[in-house]
């Protein structure tokens, strides 16, 4: 026999304290014989009489996960998914239906399942501590709530709020929590038990209704308003994902049912809906990503390494501005900001400032909070105040000499191990080391803008960096809130070197006729964030224009952007930062800029249908990531999708560029692009790609467990890019523009894959 999650203690007034804790896991979720374990605590405490029931987590640092995501990930009949929703339904039920109140003590994660398990009490307490953390993040595996939270969560916050918090599957912090209704008391650790006991003894809680502004009040308690609230939010989601996430609908729909549906009727919807999705290919993408970035939390770490506590910024350009922000307020460790004029650091500093100042009139962040941020951060032109730095990153100008002139400045100024980071997105590592006296302390740490929101980071050891460099490296960027991939040092890394021919491809279908708004459109609609011509005008013309001779002369022809851009940069049209590039931009919207057919001396005459565009264009990208793995840039398939996904925005639901080869068939990409190469030999397949589809082979050897037959991971890069908030940064030259992921760092955690995992995009290349 299994032992029971659930233990059960009666206190002297009668209150059972319920101690939540799956054995053996650091982490509680809702197994399979969690529905058994419930009913027999019930039936158990019933026997005792007990006045009031308190469920505390026996974990030191989470409440309840969720369901198990290996356990669904383990279904295999759609049957047996809808029978996982019903049983919740059932349990949660019976925990409604107790003659006594249940109180949900909250320390950690409350998420998924686990908040469905709140809900389902009569009240909810929560400390204030940061990393408690409540929230439906079903979406992000493509999923929805299917333990009746979909039902009980407008109830209690709104309609408004539940649909936004289920469609985003933001984590909201404690404070909100209480500010929302979702929790009824938020208390320092020390008294969580003592105050939930309380409200134990309180009586069952009467029905009340969401705390709502009048407005929303006015809305939501009609029909009509309603209908307003769904319509629009159905609009949104479809402006989002594009049509291509059925989750988001069947939310809405879930929702919608909470209002319109007698219960019977709404849970039914419920938990079809949740059945339908767990077999979805969508959800199974999805969940990969989720075991994919779980796995790679584990890797490349070392608990032993010295932690990094004071840091150095070299430029004060976008780049730079963003590196010391997520520094300073994800790692919260001291940046120091060099650049060599004042107005460099005073930008870079003001960009933190506006981003914290936002928070603090949202009152996420109190004034206090803002100052102790800022007070982390301060600014020179010289090397004063160096001496102690523990990491010192440079985000610079592509410029070799320059690049290596620093490395020489920061071993005479710094301590014997410090380590010099180059925020580099082209030039291979060794060649900034060559010079080095200490080559194992200079390392790549390619950020991609903006960066406060883009999950990834490609860290790049030369041949000479120390384990002890590339573990620490490790170890701040994942404080820093990032997903890094180690890869190899040769020029344009991975994520660049994917993007290059992608973008160029698209260069080519211009310059052969094309539309632009047709071809950025294509690519939009296989499920990037944005296409790749807009793409090229965020980054800067002359950003691509920098890196991709240093990607031919490393790397090859096909590197080659076309000759006719030149004409771009003549004109001063780089983009969104000169107001023209491909589209003319004004404040609030962008067109294509016709003038620009005569510029590159091209007639618009379509010829291709969407999907052969965006069939060309990815083929580049597939071919290139085949020829990355097979060079050893990246150690697996996995860090190549993750690093595709989070990086550049590849859609999620494909899963990457590697786990779309699988579901296509070597054979099939192989052979089409072999077509393609008929007419253009730049198409030709690579000969690992060949090699793999002769043998009939896949990327992923083992296809993992969890991804079945469609594979996949991670995450999610969309909007600043669509919002044309995403820019390069790369030195005090660059314009600060941006957008911040305020929901990132707010109480209200947007960890959205879907909406939010890449919301911009390197644009160095
Ligand atoms: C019916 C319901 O509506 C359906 C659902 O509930 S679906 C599930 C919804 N819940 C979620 O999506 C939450 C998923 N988990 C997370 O986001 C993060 O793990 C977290 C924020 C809770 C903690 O993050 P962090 O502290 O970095 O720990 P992390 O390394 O991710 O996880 C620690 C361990 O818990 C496991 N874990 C966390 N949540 C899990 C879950 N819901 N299912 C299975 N395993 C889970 C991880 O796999 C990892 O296991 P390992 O150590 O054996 O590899």
């Given at each position: 026999m299994t032992q029971s999650v659930f233990s059960l203690d009666v206190d002297d007034n009668g209150i059972a304290v319920v101690t939540i804790d799956v054995p053996g896991e650091k982490m509680n979720t809702l197994r399979d014989t969690f529905a058994d374990d419930l009913k027999t605590l019930l039936d158990d405490a019933k026997q005792q009489s007990v006045k009031g029931m308190v469920f505390i987590s026996g974990?030191?640092?989470?409440?309840i996960a969720g369901a198990d995501v290996k356990m669904l990930d383990s279904v295999e009949r759609r049957e047996d998914a809808l029978a996982i929703s019903e049983l919740c339904h059932r349990a949660f039920f019976d925990m409604k239906k107790l003659p006594f109140p249940t109180v949900s003590a909250i320390h950690g994660a409350a998420l998924g399942g686990g908040l469905e398990f709140a809900l389902a009490c009569d009240y909810r307490v929560c400390t204030d501590s940061d990393i408690t953390k409540l929230g439906l993040p079903e979406v992000q595996l493509?999923?929805?709530?299917?333990?009746g939270g979909t039902q009980r969560l407008p109830k209690l916050v709104g309609l408004q709020k539940a649909l936004e918090w289920t469609l985003t599957g933001k984590q909201i912090r404690a404070k909100q929590a209480k500010k929302s209704g979702l929790v009824n008391d938020c208390v320092p650790q020390t008294v969580l038990l003592k105050v939930a006991k309380e409200f134990a003894l309180k009586g069952k809680a009467k029905a009340s209704k969401p705390k709502l502004d009048r407005v929303s009040q006015l809305l939501e308690s009609n029909p009509f308003g309603r209908n307003i609230i769904f319509k629009k939010a159905q609009e949104n989601v479809l402006k989002k994902t594009g049509g291509h996430y059925p989750a988001p609908l069947a939310i809405i729909k879930a929702i919608r049912a909470s209002v319109e549906l007698d219960e019977l009727k709404a849970y039914k919807t419920e938990a079809e809906g949740f059945a339908t999705l767990v077999m979805s290919s969508e959800s199974k993408a999805l969940r990969g990503i989720f075991f994919a970035t779980t796995e790679m939390?584990?890797?490349?770490?070392?608990?032993d390494a010295l932690a990094i506590t004071k840091t150095a910024v070299l430029g004060g350009g976008l780049m730079g501005a963003g590196i010391a922000h997520v520094s300073a307020v994800k790692a919260g460790v001291l940046v120091r900001i060099k650049d060599v004029a004042e107005q460099g650091i005073s930008n870079a500093m003001n960009y933190s400032y506006k981003i914290l100042d936002k928070k603090q009139k949202r009152r996420i962040l109190s004034t206090a909070e803002l100052q102790q941020t800022m007070n982390r951060i301060t600014g020179t032109t010289n090397y004063s105040g160096f001496k102690h730095i523990d990491l010192v990153i440079e985000a610079v100008f592509e410029d070799l000499s320059l690049k290596q002139g620093m490395v020489a400045d920061v071993e005479r100024e710094c301590q014997a191990n410090t380590i010099f980071a180059s925020n580099t997105s082209s030039l291979p590592i060794s060649q900034i080391a060559a010079e080095a006296a200490r080559p194992e302390n200079v390392i790549g740490l390619h950020y991609f803008s903006p960066v406060e929101k883009m999950p990834l980071v490609e860290i790049i050891p030369h041949e000479g960096t120390s384990q002890e460099t590339i573990a620490r490296i490790v170890n701040f960027a994942r404080k820093q809130g990032k997903t890094p991939i180690v890869v190899k040092d040769k020029a344009g890394f991975y994520v660049n070197r994917i993007l290059a021919p992608y973008v160029n491809e698209a260069a080519n279908l211009l310059l052969a006729g094309e539309p632009i708004e047709k071809i950025d459109a294509a690519l939009v609609e296989f499920g990037f964030p944005v296409g790749p011509l807009a793409l090229l005008d965020e980054v800067g013309i002359d950003i691509g224009s920098k890196i991709a001779p240093i990607l031919e002369k490393e790397l090859g022809d096909r590197f080659k952007a076309p000759d006719a851009f030149s004409r771009l940069i003549d004109a001063k049209r780089l983009g969104r930062k000169t107001g023209r590039g491909f589209y003319l931009y004004d404040k609030k919207s962008k067109k294509v800029d016709e003038s620009v057919y005569e510029l590159l001396g091209v007639s618009p005459s379509p010829r291709l249908n969407k999907s052969e565009i965006a069939q060309r264009c990815v083929a580049q990208m597939l071919n290139e990531a085949a020829r990355c793995l097979d060079e050893g840039i990246i150690a697996s398939p996995r860090d190549g999708d993750i690093g595709a996904i989070f990086g550049i925005g590849f859609p999620p639901f494909l899963g990457g560029p590697f786990s779309y080869m699988d579901k296509l068939g070597a054979d099939k990409v192989s052979s089409e692009m072999a077509t393609f190469a008929n007419f253009?030999?730049?198409?030709?397949?690579c000969a690992p790609l060949v090699a793999m589809a002769d043998a009939g082979g896949r990327f992923y050897q083992v296809v993992p467990a969890h991804t079945q037959q469609n594979i996949v991971e991670t995450t999610v890069v969309d909007d600043a890019i669509s919002k044309g908030?995403?820019?390069?940064?790369?030195?005090?030259?660059?314009?600060?523009t941006n957008a911040e992921r305020e929901d990132a760092e707010s109480s209200e955690t947007d960890t959205n894959v879907v909406n939010s995992a890449c919301e911009g995009t390197d644009k160095k290349s």
């Open positions: 974990k030191s640092d989470n409440f493509g999923l929805l709530p299917g333990g939390k584990k890797e490349w770490r070392n608990d253009n030999p730049v198409f030709a397949p908030e995403a820019t390069d940064i790369e030195s005090s030259e660059a314009t600060v």
